[in-house]
């Protein structure tokens, strides 16, 4: 399957909007692994200010049909300074993925790491130390993944984002060679 990933202006809004929509709905009615909201989160408020922030992507097939999307950027939302990184960084030195999701009619056909590799490729393109993310406690499918792609555990912490459900975040990193500078 050919795949493409697009940098999402508002012409992609709609796109967007129906993919999550569909994700937080099959979500809901089967093991909600990261505890999305449909209609809350991801909503199309939340992707609307990511696509005016230049943030979201999309990953189309080569029918041009939308099949996942994430969000890349330098905010961790949180506080990943009380992180257990192998490697100290200051925020700006590592690009964050957020909101990674892959239509459920989707799945298994590579989509979810060819959308990691390309954040991993473009932070290392763009001279970053490291690609960091947060995975919700008990997100069995997104822990795989990302270690699969090479991600090695960074610890579980309070990243204090003030939400109730999920006190604590499993952290997860993948230093490059210049990291350490």
């Given at each position: 399957?050919?795949?493409?990933?697009?940098?999402?202006?508002?012409?992609?809004?709609?796109?967007?909007?129906?993919?999550?929509?569909?994700?937080?709905?099959?979500?809901?009615?089967?093991i909600n692994y990261p505890i999305w909201t449909r209609?809350?989160?991801?909503?199309?408020?939340?992707?609307?200010?990511a696509v005016l922030r230049g943030e979201q992507y999309?990953?189309?097939?080569?029918?041009?049909?939308?099949?996942?999307?994430?969000?890349?950027?330098?905010?961790?939302?949180?506080?990943?300074?009380?992180?257990?990184?192998?490697?100290?960084?200051?925020?700006?030195?590592?690009?964050?993925?957020?909101?990674?999701?892959?239509?459920?009619?989707?799945?298994?056909?590579?989509?979810?790491?060819?959308?990691?590799?390309?954040?991993?490729?473009?932070?290392?393109?763009?001279?970053?130390?490291?690609?960091?993310?947060?995975?919700?406690?008990?997100?069995?499918?997104?822990?795989?993944?990302?270690?699969?792609?090479?991600?090695?555990?960074?610890?579980?912490?309070?990243?204090?984002?003030?939400?109730?459900?999920?006190?604590?975040?499993?952290?997860?990193?993948?230093?490059?060679?210049?990291?350490?500078?």
């Amino acid at each position: 399957m050919t795949k493409q990933i697009i940098k999402c202006g508002m012409e992609q809004l709609d796109a967007l909007d129906t993919l999550y929509d569909r994700v937080t709905e099959y979500l809901e009615n089967t093991i909600n692994y990261p505890i999305w909201t449909r209609g809350e989160y991801p909503c199309r408020e939340s992707i609307k200010n990511a696509v005016l922030r230049g943030e979201q992507y999309i990953c189309i097939d080569e029918d041009g049909a939308a099949v996942g999307a994430f969000v890349l950027n330098e905010d961790p939302a949180g506080d990943y300074g009380s992180g257990g990184w192998s490697v100290q960084l200051e925020e700006g030195e590592y690009l964050i993925i957020h909101t990674l999701a892959v239509l459920p009619e989707s799945a298994g056909r590579g989509i979810g790491g060819y959308m990691v590799r390309y954040c991993i490729d473009k932070a290392r393109n763009e001279g970053y130390k490291a690609v960091r993310l947060d995975v919700v406690p008990g997100n069995i499918p997104a822990r795989r993944l990302y270690e699969k792609e090479g991600f090695m555990f960074a610890g579980k912490k309070d990243l204090r984002r003030g939400i109730a459900a999920i006190p604590e975040f499993e952290l997860y990193e993948l230093n490059f060679d210049n990291a350490g500078e």
